[in-house]
């Protein structure tokens, strides 16, 4: 708990986990570094070493952990562990590239929330801006979801559009997609919080 203007403001601990470049775990931290924020990032998962977004973990003082743990029933009993000790109340999927077992998502009902980079339900899986480009579609986004069993599908938490223009190309379309993604993955934390 912390105090502002002598109001009690609850700070939930979350966890990232990533698998990559942490562009939207860098989000998530600005966000949680503002004063009043309800949210503190308290452990940062990678499946992989070598993600560059373990770096951005270190340099800002959070606890992270490699552990490649959804084709180990050992290893996800590790990580729950870790996940309940650490009092992480909401895990964010910020890139992370693995499906979560059946058992991990009911281990955690309601509170695991994902990124993707394309207006859901439309485009679920990869290559979502690929599929844009081919389909010649004049708008595309992201949407924040909360995970469950099946892939991409849960409800919707928040949605972003962008404007596709007509010279755009998978690139650039990433890139407008990702400025978005910056701005509403924390707001959708922000929502889901207020709600615990
Ligand atoms: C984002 O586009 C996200 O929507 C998708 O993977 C990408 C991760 O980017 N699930 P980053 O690692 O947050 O920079």
Redesign the pocket.
Known sequence: MKKSNGNLIHSFNIAVF?S??????LSIIKKSLKRNSVFKVSLVLSNKGSAK?LELAKKYGIKTLVSDFTKSKAKEKKVIKIVNKNQIKLICL??FMKILSNNFIKSFRGKIIN???SLLPKYKGLNTHEKVVKNKDTYTG?TVHFVTKKLDSGEIILKKKVRVKINDNKITIEKKV?KI?HKIYPEAIVKVLSNF
């Open positions: 990533i990559g470049r942490g562009s939207n775990l977004g910020a890139g990124i993707h980079p992201c990702l993604e």
